[in-house]
């Protein structure tokens, strides 16, 4: 184990509270559901009985496809596209009530119950000076809150990331990566408890966090839970108190001041580049008729602007620049944007970036991304899993996410913040010469890699893997 635990993060359904249900707990809440939609104008003219069968299969339809494809969809969506998928439900009246909707199935559906021992594990770990946060796959944005209100324990959580307002779902390694963004917690300082291997552990390992806990839950959930071995198997909440105290026991190397401990990464053209860029999206052009055109530059660039400041949300972003060549027939904004999507994932990494990145984790380095991008973090983590070095990563700092681009020293003081480090303590390798200027008036050494002809750093590499070489990173 390398470095101290700093936060301890939860899932919640399974391991903060155990949950059960029974055919007749369902009938009788969705009498309660049937009440609602009447409230709302919404009559189906079903029976309980009918409607309980509707929504268990549109339910189960759309669990099927939130496994497959990690997104989480609003309430309104599973409930027109799912449960009342080819009926006639006015959407406006439906839309009135969607939120309602998925608290009601996730409340009333389940007997829920705190294990007894929560309330006492979570003090005992506050007093220890550990953040303490939650992530949870959930559709609607109230239940959790209102849960861990009821039990008496919301107080000790922050932060509490739901997959409803994230729109990503466990195990995907971006909303792990969100958490310990907010905890302002390096990946690898933190601890992750939830009761299944696929959806947490797995998430949790892939993600880089410091240890992953599973916690016994009695329930059959009826999925395929093969994945990574956990760090430790518990029974009762009470035994993490034991690996927790364990972990502060161990002693660490005290920091030495100026030491560099993180190298801090600019991504699109330092780890990967795009041998084919645009192909796919100038052919599906093409079979419209159309080209890439030079006039649509300055266009393109004020709609990156807003995708980069996280004004407009990647579909949004990719949507926007199909219809400025007046595509706008669904079926075709659908398949440019593919196209999109398809040039974007076609990245290709610099040699002796997989080895030279482990490399230096190996060594004890933190490993950080400040990106400018209109892709999700999600999408660059897939990529990187690809290229063998999704795991590696303590902190992915997006401008999407922080809402300004480099060179604002906002960015990077983002990165240094969730890694506990002063400027002298980091170096940010970089190409564009606004950016490595950026970082040096943050105060940090700068690398240049693949630079611009107009680039000045503290250092110059012409291979990836020299990083090992310069003088700063072999003090390490």
């Not at 760090?231 to 026991?249: K, P, S």
């Amino acid at each position: 184990m390398g470095m101290k635990i700093q936060a301890v993060i939860f899932d919640m359904g399974g391991t903060i509270e155990t949950f059960g249900y029974t055919r007749e707990l369902r009938l009788e809440a969705t009498a309660v559901i049937q009440q609602r939609l009447l409230q709302a104008g919404i009559d189906l003219h079903l029976s309980t009985e009918q409607l309980f069968e509707i929504i268990s299969s549109g339910l189960d339809r759309y669990k099927r496809w939130s496994i497959a494809s990690m997104d989480e969809l609003h309430p309104l969506r599973v409930w027109s596209k799912y449960v009342f998928a080819g009926r006639d439900v006015d959407v406006d009246k439906l839309a009135a009530v969607a939120e309602d909707l998925a608290f009601l199935i996730e409340t009333r559906f389940y007997q829920r119950a705190m294990r007894p021992e929560m309330p006492a594990v979570l003090e005992a770990i506050q007093q220890m000076g550990l953040k303490i946060g939650l992530i949870s796959n959930v559709n609607s944005r109230g239940q959790v809150p209102a849960n861990l209100k009821a039990y008496g324990i919301y107080q000790y959580f922050d932060p509490i990331v739901l997959s409803s307002e994230y729109g990503r779902r466990k195990p995907d390694p971006a909303i792990f990566h969100h958490a310990a963004r907010l905890a302002d917690v390096p990946a690898s300082a933190c601890l992750y408890v939830g009761d299944r291997v696929v959806r947490d552990v797995d998430g949790a390992q892939c993600a880089g966090y410091g240890m992953s806990v599973q916690i016994r839950h009695d329930f059959e959930h009826g999925e395929n839970d093969q994945g990574a071995t956990p760090d430790a198997v518990i029974c009762n909440m009470t035994e993490l108190l034991d690996l927790l105290r364990a972990n502060l026991d161990c002693e660490q190397t005290p920091a030495v001041p100026g030491q560099i401990r993180a190298l801090i990464f600019d991504a699109g053209d330092i780890l990967y580049y795009r041998p084919e860029r645009g192909v796919k999206f100038a052919a599906f052009l093409k079979e419209q008729g159309l080209e890439v055109s030079p006039t649509h530059t300055q266009q393109k660039k004020a709609i990156e602007y807003k995708a980069y400041r996280g004004e407009i949300d990647h579909d949004e972003y990719r949507e926007a620049i199909v219809q400025m060549y007046g595509i706008n027939q669904p079926e075709l904004v659908a398949r440019g944007k593919q196209a999109l999507i398809d040039d974007d994932a076609n990245v290709a990494f610099f040699e002796g970036v997989p080895e030279t990145l482990l490399a230096l984790k190996a060594q004890g380095y933190m490993l950080g991304i400040v990106t400018d991008t209109a892709n999700s973090i999600s999408a660059k983590l897939s990529w990187f899993e690809r290229g063998g070095f999704g795991r590696v990563w303590d902190s992915i700092i997006s401008s999407m996410d922080i809402g300004t681009r480099k060179p604002d020293p906002k960015i990077y003081q983002a990165a240094l913040r969730q890694l506990g480090l002063t400027p002298d303590q980091a170096v940010f390798v970089g190409h564009r010469a606004s950016e490595l200027a950026g970082a040096r008036a943050v105060g940090m050494q700068t690398i240049a890699f693949n630079y611009d002809p107009d680039a000045s750093a503290d250092f110059y590499i012409e291979n990836f893997a020299d990083l090992l070489k310069v003088p700063v990173v072999g003090q390490g």
